[in-house]
């Protein structure tokens, strides 16, 4: 077939996969064999179509398309289209996707000149060398001793480190061990969905770690808020509920009673005995589950008479983050 009728079956399969999905993955495919693409289509198959070609074209598709298409956002997924790579075009769970991108990586010797992908330790015990190849892992500076008439390795020794390049001496020695200390695939970058590009990292994060950093979010949004002085959502429950205490500290100490002040004046008016009593009671569910063992020394401590304790009003009106600066409105 001719290469004017390839670029045009090209950009008219592209640009329809552009209007029926709204999920790209950006793929790198560096080292992927053709054997190893197939077994990544068949994996994907029903859930997602891989697109592979040169980065002129696929810019050129994406840039025709936007023509076609004011104000489409694809644009921002033109920054991610460099190097060696390929689309996934999806609709369905990026999760699943991923993890069949991840299960269907091969392992691999390690090369010269390479970046370490990983860390790689050698693990200790017989290697099967003679001894007189103990030049490798002195050259590497591997413990070694002879044992039955070869090389064992005394301990784990990490010979490559994550990040760094390979030399000669690591590769000759793991070609020697059988060691294939990397994995070749391909490699999940960033991801581009319904008009915004990130990086792939984030796929990495559970609901959990999503709800901490909101959590952290909304707590120095309330900080920031309280020390301004400046209201929002996030400060508003701090900033009643120092009101409130500021309310309870005043009828406490004048007398003056409300409706809401009535279970509090109840706790203020008890024998600081009594006090102690219900402390404790209260407390006691939490350790409701210790051992039996445990129980008999925790009856003795509560046939113990309680110390008094001294009641103390808070009168700072109730300052968040360590501060006694009041906020103002």
């Known amino acids: 077939m001719p290469t004017r009728e390839r670029k045009a079956e090209y950009f008219k399969q592209m640009s329809q996969l552009l209007d029926e999905y709204s999920t790209i993955l950006i793929v790198g495919c560096d080292n992927v064999g053709s054997h190893q693409m197939q077994k990544i289509r068949m994996g994907l198959r029903g859930k997602a179509i891989v697109l592979m070609g040169k980065n002129t074209l696929m810019r050129k598709v994406i840039n025709n398309y936007i023509k076609d298409h004011p104000g ?16 996934v ?36 015990g017989p290697t099967g060398c003679d001894p007189g ?11 070694t001793k002879i044992q039955k008439g070869q090389i064992e390795i005394v301990s784990e020794q990490k010979i490559i480190t994550k990040g760094g390049k390979v030399g000669p001496s690591e590769v000759a020695l793991l070609s020697k061990l059988n060691i294939k200390p990397f ?15 990130f990086d792939a990292k984030a796929l990495e994060m559970s609901t959990e770690d999503l709800k901490m950093k909101f959590i952290q979010s909304v707590r120095r949004v309330a900080a920031a808020s309280l020390t301004l002085g400046y209201p929002t959502l996030a400060s508003l429950p701090h900033s009643l509920g120092g009101r409130v205490r500021d309310l309870l500290a005043v009828s406490s100490i004048t007398g003056y009673k409300f409706k809401y002040s009535e279970p509090w004046d109840a706790l203020f008016s008890m024998d600081p005995a009594e006090l102690a009593k219900l402390q404790a009671a209260s407390a006691a569910p939490a350790a409701g589950g210790a051992a039996g063992a445990g129980a008999a020394p925790a009856a ?11 009641e103390e009003i808070d009168m700072s009106g109730g300052a968040l983050f360590g501060s006694d600066k009041k906020e103002g409105y």
Not at 90 to 119: F, H, L, M, S
Not at 300 to 310: C, I, N, R, T
């Open 72 to 87: 489409n956002s694809l644009v921002n997924l033109l920054p991610a289209v460099v190097g060696n790579i390929g689309l």
């Open 89 to 124: 075009f999806t609709n369905g769970d990026i999760a699943a996707i991923r993890e069949v991108i991840k299960n269907n990586r091969v392992g691999a010797p390690a090369r010269v000149g390479q970046i370490a992908e990983c860390d790689v330790t050698i693990p200790p």
């Open 133 to 143: 190849q103990t030049g490798w892992f002195q050259a590497l500076n591997v413990a």
């Open 183 to 197: 994995t070749y695939g391909l490699t999940l970058s960033s991801v581009y969905d319904n008009g915004a590009l």
């Open 300 to 310: 003795a401590d509560a046939k113990k008479p309680e110390p008094k304790v001294e």
